[in-house]
């Protein structure tokens, strides 16, 4: 049974730091890894999409890595905002992309002015 | 393009009660759609997969008896909390499947007192 586990699980930075989230899942065979955002609340604001057969996806500051083998993908914020204070998900889909999401726990972050 | 609604966005109702929840596909067309619960500072879990004119899978823990789905068409999935209980109390969100990529509701938050 596929696992996600993400560290840290909460993180509290000063605004302009670059940062990285991590994931981690326990069965390399996936079909996607996809990371979200939530906000208190709300529902999922979906930021990047990676294929398996993909190693990285960019879009604005955001930068999402992944080492499939390893199981492995990471999230890198640049020049971060207090507007990205939030909760980042990620989640894996499996079973040759008919499954549904397993999800991380989620890192909370706050940016701090 | 490929927005979900959910209706309604919160419910309260009372234990023992029934509330239906609806999922909907916009703008575009869904054979299968997911169903996932959050509880309060959890991750989201999978309840169950949706299939068009097909019995809805379900997630071991899940039972099928309390969460009836049915997909009736290829842009409207339902969930029924059927005698639902305080500790049925969750955040419900929907997600719709378009070329292997899941969409997502905005939520339902349910609270049954």
């Known amino acids: 049974k596929q696992e996600v586990t993400q560290i840290p699980a909460a993180l509290s930075v000063p605004e302009g730091e670059n940062l990285v989230l991590n994931c981690s899942f326990t069965d390399s065979a996936i079909y996607n890894l996809q990371w979200f955002r939530q906000d208190p609340g709300k529902g999922l604001t979906s930021l990047l999409l990676?294929?398996?057969?993909?190693r990285e996806q960019t879009s604005g500051r955001l930068n999402a890595s992944l080492d499939k083998s390893s199981g492995r993908s990471t999230l890198y914020i640049a020049a971060s905002q207090p507007g990205d204070s939030a909760t980042y998900l990620c989640?894996?889909?499996?079973?040759?992309?008919?499954?549904?999401?397993?999800f991380g726990k989620g890192t909370h972050l706050i940016i701090q002015p | 393009g490929a927005v979900v609604s959910q209706h309604p966005s919160w419910v309260i109702c009372k234990s023992g009660t029934s509330v239906k929840i609806e999922c909907r596909s916009l703008d575009f067309q869904a054979t299968t759609m997911f169903w996932y619960r959050q509880f309060p500072k959890q991750s989201l879990m999978l309840m169950a997969t949706?299939?068009?004119?097909?019995?809805?899978?379900?997630e071991q823990g899940v039972e099928k008896d309390k969460f009836l789905i049915n997909h009736a068409s290829l842009t409207l999935s339902t969930l029924t909390v059927t005698s639902a209980h305080p500790e049925d109390s969750s955040f419900y969100i929907c997600?719709?499947?378009?070329?292997?990529?899941?969409?997502f509701g905005p939520g339902t938050r349910l609270t049954v007192t």
């Open positions: 990676i294929q398996s057969s993909q």
């Open positions: 997600s719709a499947d378009a070329s292997y990529e899941q969409y």
């Open positions: 949706s299939n068009e004119g097909s019995k809805a899978t379900y």
């Open positions: 989640a894996v889909r499996s079973g040759g992309g008919a499954d549904g999401l397993t």
